[in-house]
């Protein structure tokens, strides 16, 4: 069959779809609900199709769906399995509230790719294997590589993980109403039912499906706004106008006397909430309240420019101990892109080594549609803000406040009593609304806002099905097949991969609804542990025939030790060493990793003749994906 | 497929390694220098609207990884053929 008919087809007839819900909507005024309702329903209706056709208990469909998936169609499933919850819903507001810093995620996510491409990508393809401790197993010799390899690929995943499934259970109770907990296992049928059945291969095209409307979701609401504002529907090139727009805009917000007595107002409520927090009769429960509250109080109280400045400080570059964070998350987020199991493993499933350097190059064309218009959309949002919503009345505040206000995103609150809308009363409590509310900011029917919400489910559920797969096959396939029992028979390793698949899911649905805070902390940590514990190991692999067993053990160890020694120490011990942020722990763990590699590789009795000329060979395209059975005795 | 001799393997992973390089250094360049620590001195100038150092950061660096990826694997699958490395897919 044709895949470009085929996935054509979808996408003219996704977008009929679209329009005829629009039609209804306008002709039968057809409730948000039902909106919410179809979308999700028509979505994780065609995930569930995909995985029932191609359902599959072949070994190399199951794991590496046959091999046989085409450059483009890696690419976009490598996309919506890049693209999480967080990249689709959150990133663009992050961005709103940080400005330059939050440019770091931009580059990072991306950046990451060049290295994917140059050291890893085309020579696991050659490599040939299933999982990614699969390679470590193989190429080091030994039991040991391999564990850790498996512990390091959960301890990367299974946090990644929840926060897809938290990203799941909170579209699905913010479009339609749902419990929390209820849209969690509804959105955990839709992942399990495909990777269960159809494995990688199922997966895949799951993913493909996905990148679609996640894409035409993203881009469609914010180049309406584009074209409405200045006639040119690309928002990349027009959000320029409004970064200057915006910057004029700040400093008149800045030196204006409302805005400096409703900033004044917000900073004797911080002082009072400082008080109360010092006060010895005070509860535990009531100081920490007090902390939020003036953590609040202190931003509105915060203006968006220096006077006498020439930028706002929105995109005014971090300074000093600042500009090292920046370098430093934007590097360990880099290197984690290159180190992160479920992203990997999608090399190996392309026909050949040239079209796993095509795939990269896909891959990360798809990847960037999306990061490219996050600024645009987070300058969009602001102009929004600050051009109808400061200075309008608070009795006649735009529309799209009035809809999202009831969300609990942000509130108007008039500080002054004026009657009037101050910069500084617009309090934002989550920055999604960035995203969340553009369809209507452009003034589009709420069709589209269905849109956006099955753009986000499905950028959290591909996710959610990569990691999820990639957890299961580090169990199944490396510990119990390749550790635990090799003689182990292909329908009972395919079993006991679906068991945990189910299993896999139910945990991490459980610990999602206990909502702990943490998680959203946790997934940054996860690139950096991803970039400490499998980069260094994996790059020495290939690039030095002389790296071995005892060399990435170590380096491995040390890596993944020295992570999340930073990690746990700069979050709760109060570590720092050069001031550096928790989010950056892997800026450490990495440079370390590749020392510990060499070092111990060089004192070390080298690897076998066999395994030097093997690793020289993979250097030249040959075959592919043999797989080559050659073991170190230890 | 024939065996490559000696010296063309030799070769053939010489341009790999200077590809690999210069395309390594732009990232560099780009990421670390140009959308980090001389971020604040290209903003100085403006670019199509946009103050410099930030476009880097934000569009540039991002436009400029897309063409580096393509060009190695334009490069890369070209010299494979020349070298007659063909794979049996």
């Known amino acids: 069959m044709n895949l470009n008919k085929i996935f054509g087809l979808y996408t003219v007839g996704f977008i009929a779809v679209t329009i005829l819900i629009g039609i209804a909507e306008a002709v039968f005024g057809l409730s948000n609900r039902v909106i919410g309702w179809i979308f999700m329903g028509l979505s994780m209706g065609i995930y569930l199709l995909i995985g029932i056709v191609t359902r599959t208990s072949d070994a190399d469909q199951y794991y590496v769906a046959g091999r046989g998936v085409p450059a483009v169609y890696n690419g976009m499933a490598t996309g919506s399995d890049w693209m999480s919850a967080a990249s689709f819903i959150s990133m663009a507001g992050a961005l709103s509230a940080q400005g330059f810093s939050g440019l770091a995620y931009v580059m990072g996510w991306t950046g990451g790719y060049l290295l994917l491409a140059v050291f890893l990508g085309p020579y696991l393809r050659q490599f040939g294997k299933y999982t990614i401790p699969d390679f470590l197993g193989e190429r080091y010799g030994g039991h040991t590589p391999r564990i850790i390899g498996v512990v390091a690929a959960i301890l990367a995943s299974f946090t990644y993980l929840i926060a897809q499934v938290t990203g799941v259970g909170l579209i699905v109770s913010r479009f339609i109403g749902l419990d929390f907990n209820v849209g969690v296992f509804v959105g955990l049928i839709g992942v399990l039912f495909c990777s269960v059945l159809g494995g990688m291969r199922a997966v895949t095209w799951t993913q493909v499906a996905q990148y679609i409307i996640l894409i035409l979701s993203y881009l469609v609401p914010v180049v309406v706004l584009s074209f409405k504002l200045f006639a040119i529907p690309v928002p990349e090139l027009t959000y320029g106008r409004l970064l200057q727009s915006n910057n004029v805009k700040a400093f008149q917000i800045t030196a204006d006397p409302q805005e400096k007595a409703t900033r004044a107002k917000w900073a004797e409520e911080a002082k009072a909430l400082g008080e109360k927090m010092k006060d010895p009769a005070a509860s535990e429960a009531d100081k920490d309240k007090a902390k939020a509250a003036k953590a609040l109080a202190d931003k509105q109280a915060t203006a968006p420019a220096v006077e006498g400045a020439k930028l706002e400080k929105y995109l005014q570059t971090p300074k000093g101990v600042g500009m090292w964070n920046f370098l430093a998350l934007t590097f360990c987020l880099m290197v984690g892109t290159a180190g992160l199991p479920h992203i990997l493993t999608r090399y190996y499933t392309t026909p050949s080594v040239r079209e796993a350097r095509t795939s990269v190059g896909w891959s990360l064309f798809f990847i960037f549609l999306l990061y490219f218009t996050a600024p645009a959309y987070a300058s969009f949002a602001r102009d929004a803000v600050f051009t109808r919503l400061v200075g309008s009345k608070i009795s006649e505040l735009p529309a799209w406040v009035t809809l999202w206000a009831p969300a609990g995103l942000f509130s108007v609150v008039d500080k002054l009593g004026d009657g009037v809308v101050q910069f500084a009363d617009f309090v934002v409590r989550s920055t999604d609304f960035v995203v969340l509310a553009t369809p209507e900011i452009a003034g589009l029917p709420f069709v589209i806002t269905g849109l956006v919400m099955a753009g986000g489910l499905a950028a959290a559920l591909s996710t959610a099905d990569g990691l999820l797969l990639t957890i299961a096959n580090a169990i199944s396939h490396d510990l119990y097949y390749n550790v635990i029992n090799p003689k182990a028979s292909l329908i009972k390793r395919l079993t006991i991969t679906k068991v945990l698949l189910i299993g896999t899911a139910l945990v991490s649905a459980w610990v999602a609804t206990a909502r702990l805070a943490i998680i959203v902390e946790m997934v940054a940590w996860a690139f950096s542990l991803g970039a400490a514990s499998f980069f260094p190991a994996l790059v020495m692999g290939i690039w030095w025939k002389r790296a071995n067993y005892y060399g990435a053990v170590a380096g491995m160890l040390v890596g993944l030790g020295t992570t999340l020694f930073y990690m746990v120490g700069s979050r709760f011990f109060g570590l720092s060493w050069w001031g550096t942020n928790t989010v950056a722990s892997g800026v450490f763990g990495i440079p370390l990793g590749f020392l510990t590699i060499w070092i111990v590789s060089s004192l070390t009795r080298a690897p076998s003749q066999e395994m030097q000329d093997f690793v020289v060979s993979i250097r030249y395209p040959k075959t592919g994906g043999a797989s080559v059975a050659i073991n170190e005795g230890h | ?89």
């Open chain 2, 1 to 89: 497929m024939s065996e490559l001799t000696q010296a063309q393997k030799e070769s053939y992973w010489r341009y790999n390694v200077k590809l690999t390089t210069i395309l390594l250094v732009i990232w560099f360049v780009v990421t670390y220098l140009f959308g980090g620590l001389w971020a604040e001195a290209l903003n100085e100038y403006t670019f199509i609207g946009f103050p410099l150092g930030y476009y880097m950061a934000a569009q540039g660096s991002l436009a400029i990884f897309v063409i580096e990826i393509a060009v190695y694997a334009k490069l890369m699958n070209a010299k494979d053929l020349e070298y007659g490395i063909r794979e049996e897919g």
